[in-house]
């Protein structure tokens, strides 16, 4: 079964606004990361916030990570038509495997 | 080259037959993944290659699927006797601190 679950499951936002998906987790991780799907196949790495991180920023992006929730949180700021995307959180389990589950996604309209 | 490699992009096979899928990893990255994502659905895991460890297999859903891993290196994804319920995208991809994924293989079985 799948360890991280997207929360919304759609997300439908004007351009210039934000954009906030959530994704919660089972199980201990060592690092929880986020990733863009367009559509088509290919998959791009945005951000990876380790365990002992709370917070981490990447331009538009920021990320939060509560372990006590097992939770983490994805903000777009000022989004774009171009972010119009599936999203979704990947976590690597805390023991020495690293094997990296994904959630089922959020799907991200962003309207011109 | 610089990214992950899959091959074939799309395979259309018949119900019965045996597919081998492939995926060159980005070189020096040591771990492997094969996923497989149905229409508009997530990632579902498969199998995870770390180095010289055993894989962790947990992902296959049948017997008909396997997986190898030659040289630390390519990796390919063998479904045998497919059924249509295994018509899907699979993905690859490989890992160093954050995972590049390969643009995956389109299987339609017919």
């Known amino acids: 079964s799948q360890q991280g679950e997207e929360d919304p499951q759609a997300l439908s936002i004007q351009e210039g606004e934000n954009a906030t998906m959530n994704c919660s987790y089972k199980t201990s991780i060592n690092n929880l990361q986020w990733y863009r799907q367009n559509s088509g196949r290919g998959l791009v790495h945005l951000i990876l916030i380790r365990s002992n991180e709370r917070e981490k920023h990447s331009g538009r992006l920021r990320v939060t990570l509560d372990t006590s929730k097992k939770s983490s949180s994805l903000l777009i700021t000022a989004s774009r038509a171009a972010d119009t995307a599936s999203y979704f959180c990947a976590t690597a389990a805390a023991d020495s495997s690293y094997k990296l589950i994904f959630g089922s996604g959020t799907r991200l309209l962003v309207r011109p | 080259g610089a990214g992950v490699s899959q091959s074939p992009s799309n395979k259309v096979t018949e119900k019965g037959k045996d597919v081998e899928l492939r995926c060159d990893p980005i070189s020096g990255h040591t771990a492997l993944y094969w996923y497989r994502q149905s229409l508009g659905q997530g990632l579902e895991f498969l199998i995870y290659f770390q180095g010289n460890s055993a894989p962790d297999k947990s992902g296959l859903p049948s017997d008909r699927f396997s997986a190898e891993r030659t040289g630390g290196s390519v990796s390919t994804l063998t479904i045998q006797r497919t059924q249509q319920e295994d018509s899907a995208v699979y993905l690859c991809?490989?890992?160093?601190?954050?995972?590049?994924f390969g643009q995956g293989t389109r299987l339609t079985v017919v």
């Open positions: 991809a490989s890992s160093l601190n954050g995972a590049f």
